[in-house]
C-alpha cells in the first residue's frame, strides 16, 4: 500500500505562484510514477502532470509551459512530488490530488491523496 499526503493549496491572485507537495509512504520502492491530478466543481478529474521514476514527464497541454512536475526524491521512507504553479489563472481553481502508480501483472494500480485545494481568485 501507498499512502500519499498533499500540502501547500491555498487561496492565490490570478498571476501567482503557488507550490505543492506530495509525500508518499509505505510500499515505496515500486512507485513506478508520481504526479498531480485536479478536480474542478462540476468538472470530471483530470491530468495535470505525472513524471515516472525515469525522469519522463506527461503535462496537460493547456498547462505546458506554467506548471512544472519537480523529479521525485527519495529518502528513506519517503519520497515527495512537486508542483510548481506559475501565471496562475481563476481556471485553475480546483482540487489538486497526489497520485501515483505501480505496474502489476494486470496493468497499473492506482493511489490517490486526499486532495487539497486551489482557489485563484480574480
Known amino acids: 500500500q501507498v499512502q500519499l499526503v498533499e500540502s501547500g493549496g491555498g487561496l492565490v491572485q490570478a498571476g501567482g505562484s503557488l507550490n505543492l507537495s506530495c509525500a508518499a509512504a509505505?510500499?515505496?520502492?515500486?512507485?513506478?510514477?508520481m504526479g498531480w491530478y485536479r478536480q474542478a466543481p462540476g468538472k470530471q478529474r483530470e491530468l495535470v502532470a505525472v513524471i515516472d521514476r525515469s525522469g519522463n514527464t506527461d503535462y496537460a497541454d493547456s498547462l505546458k509551459g506554467r506548471f512544472t512536475v519537480s523529479p521525485t526524491s527519495q529518502d528513506n521512507a519517503k519520497k515527495t512530488v512537486y508542483l510548481h504553479m506559475n501565471s496562475l489563472k481563476p481556471e485553475d481553481t480546483a482540487v489538486y490530488y497526489c497520485?501515483?502508480?505501480?505496474?502489476?501483472?494486470?496493468?497499473?494500480?492506482?493511489?490517490w491523496g486526499q486532495g487539497t485545494q486551489v482557489t485563484v481568485s480574480s
Open positions: 509505505g510500499d515505496i520502492f515500486s512507485i513506478n510514477a
Open positions: 497520485y501515483s502508480n505501480k505496474k502489476m501483472s494486470w496493468g497499473l494500480q492506482a493511489y
